[in-house]
């Protein structure tokens, strides 16, 4: 006699789920959350920049603002010169310092020079940091190669200074001559060694030296 047909041993259960702990689910949380917030943002950024190239909208952000013939960062005020006002400073009182990122430049390239102006005083006083009267120049040897009060068309900028107060100011050569009847066709610099200062009031700063290739 047949014997009958075997059933076929049942699968084995598969495991419960163990529950999530919950440390992990606010991980998961706090993830997903910041993934959210990034992708704000980059939109938000987007958004801008592509204000920014429509419009002409300057979406930076910067502590500088232009004055003279290049950017200016100062703690110092603008002087009201029509109501007279504090005396002018007493340049024993003022330190002056020109650096400048680059050592090396060719004729006709842009050497900037970050001319600083810092105020040591105790009462407020005020300084004209133009560029006629704080004057930055190039040397080389004996030879005046350049001077930043050569055909200087910016005029006055007269500052009212407090103690500690300190003005920045970006000053660009182009590695060339200049004289004070402003003449072109100047001789073009030759390589060697120059030094550059800047002078307010009788006092100069200390040489900044750098090559021309």
């Known amino acids: 006699m047949d014997e009958p047909p075997r059933r076929p041993p049942r699968p084995p259960r598969s495991p419960r789920p163990q529950p ?5 689910y606010w991980i998961r949380r706090a993830v997903a959350l910041a993934i959210l917030v990034a992708l704000v943002a980059l939109v938000s950024w987007g958004v801008r920049s592509a204000w920014a190239a ?15 013939t290049g950017d200016t960062s100062t703690d110092a005020q603008p002087a009201d010169t ?7 400073c007493d340049p024993a009182h ?9 050592t090396t430049t060719t004729p006709g390239e842009t050497l900037p020079f970050t001319v600083t102006m810092r105020y040591t005083g105790e009462a407020d006083c005020t300084v004209d940091a133009g560029l006629s009267e704080r004057v930055v120049t190039v040397h080389s040897g004996n030879d005046n190669i ?18 500690g107060d300190q003005d920045e100011m970006i000053v660009p050569w182009q590695s060339t001559r200049s004289t004070k009847d402003c003449e072109n066709d100047l001789p073009e610099l030759k390589p060697g060694t120059y030094y550059a200062v800047v002078s307010y009031d009788g006092k100069t700063s200390e040489r900044f030296v750098f090559s021309v290739a």
């Open 94 to 102: 003022i330190t002056l310092t020109l650096t400048s990122d680059k």
């Open 20 to 24: 999530v702990p919950q440390r992990v």
């Open 146 to 163: 350049w001077s930043s009060a050569h055909c200087d068309t910016a005029g006055s900028r007269t500052l009212l200074f407090a103690t």
């Open 82 to 88: 029509d109501t007279g006002g504090p005396a002018a």
């Open 54 to 68: 429509l419009f002409g909208e300057d979406t930076s952000s910067s502590a500088t603002s232009t004055g003279g």
